[in-house]
């Protein structure tokens, strides 16, 4: 009996670290941005305000997850009858459609240093496969101690794949470029374990 208790002692910190941890982002100190080509030659840069996100993370990397959503009505490019258009039928539908979600089905290992996470993107009502090139930070500890995780992500989709296909074409070229690029910056904390 003693020697099963003993060898408990030993295995179970074992199995704590084995254990998946789940991370949420520190809002105040992440982004979700995107860019897109405005009449061709300039780029226009905007974000989101509001969203959450679940992150799970496994010893084996490729076991983890992450499930997201973003309130699209919470769109900010810094021009408000530029957000109002964005968030009308002719762009987003907020009405509608008032968010954005993505749901992992694929993680993989994308060299040292970097993942390659695959999942169904759903925007304006339309799913599509996406994939972000992921840069993770170790873990660190933040100003109260607590666990942190840093995580940089990209991806670029067609606006139109989504059924946002609103444009004008002028002399130059058309207002608003096909090919947006998705960039997150996520500060994460780890949650405390439920065991």
């Known amino acids: 009996m003693k020697k099963t208790a003993a060898a408990l002692a030993v295995l179970l910190p074992v199995l704590a670290l084995a254990a998946p941890t789940t991370w949420k982002p520190d809002v105040a100190h992440s982004s979700v941005g995107f860019a897109v080509k405005h009449l061709v030659f300039s780029t226009v840069k905007g974000g ?11 010893e084996d990397l490729t ?3 992450v499930e997201a959503t973003i309130d699209a009505t919470s769109i900010d ?3 408000p009858n ?3 258009h964005l968030r009308s039928p002719d762009f987003f539908d907020v009405a509608k459609y008032p968010t954005l979600t993505f749901k992992s089905t694929k993680v993989e290992k994308a060299g040292a240093d ?28 933040g100003p109260k101690g607590e666990a942190r995780r840093s995580f940089s992500a990209t991806t670029k989709i067609n606006r139109k794949d989504f059924g946002l296909a609103w444009n004008k074409a002028l002399e130059v070229g058309p207002i608003v470029g096909d090919e947006v690029t998705i960039e997150l910056e996520l500060e994460t904390v780890k949650e405390p374990s439920k065991t």
């Open 48 to 58: 989101f305000g509001k969203y959450d996100a679940t992150i799970t993370l496994d």
């Open 63 to 65: 076991k983890s997850s």
């Open 77 to 79: 490019t810094r021009e």
């Open 82 to 84: 530029r957000d109002n």
């Open 114 to 141: 970097a993942l390659k996470v695959t999942g169904e993107l759903t925007i304006h009502g339309v799913t599509k496969p996406a994939v972000l090139a992921v840069t993770p930070t170790p873990e660190y500890k």
